[in-house]
């Protein structure tokens, strides 16, 4: 049986939560039971996940099945590695300077210069 571009986009889920939770494929692998190529297979699109493996692998990125279905319809842009590590510190700040530090990227993005739209087309 072919691979779909929902197993894709379940297999680039599983990364992306993986990269948030600071873990490494051997570190899930082993949380599930499984060889780290296993999990690299996964994340690859290399191989199927079963439901059933889905579920011990939520259970393990600690959040719920349907998180892998959620968006699943429509690919997002993919989370890079240092945009999952600025994700894991930002969750790791108390709530103030949470609130803080996202005032500052909003200026910063604001203040960035305004690409004119017909140069997006291109």
């Given at each position: ?71 699943a ?15 894991r ?34």
């Open positions: 049986m072919p691979i779909s571009k929902l197993d894709i986009e379940i297999g680039r889920r599983i990364r992306e939560r993986r990269w948030l939770l600071g873990l490494s494929q051997e570190k899930l692998a082993r949380r599930v039971g499984l060889k780290f190529q296993q999990i690299q297979k996964y994340e690859t699109g290399g191989a199927k996940v079963s439901a059933g493996r889905l579920s011990s692998i939520a259970q393990a990125l600690e959040v719920p099945a349907a998180y892998f279905y959620d968006q319809a429509t690919p997002t842009e993919t989370l890079s590695r240092d945009a999952a590590e600025v994700a510190n930002f969750m790791a700040l108390p709530a103030g300077q949470q609130e803080r530090l996202l005032d500052l990227v909003r200026a910063m993005a604001a203040a960035l210069p305004k690409v004119p739209e017909t140069s997006l087309a291109a």
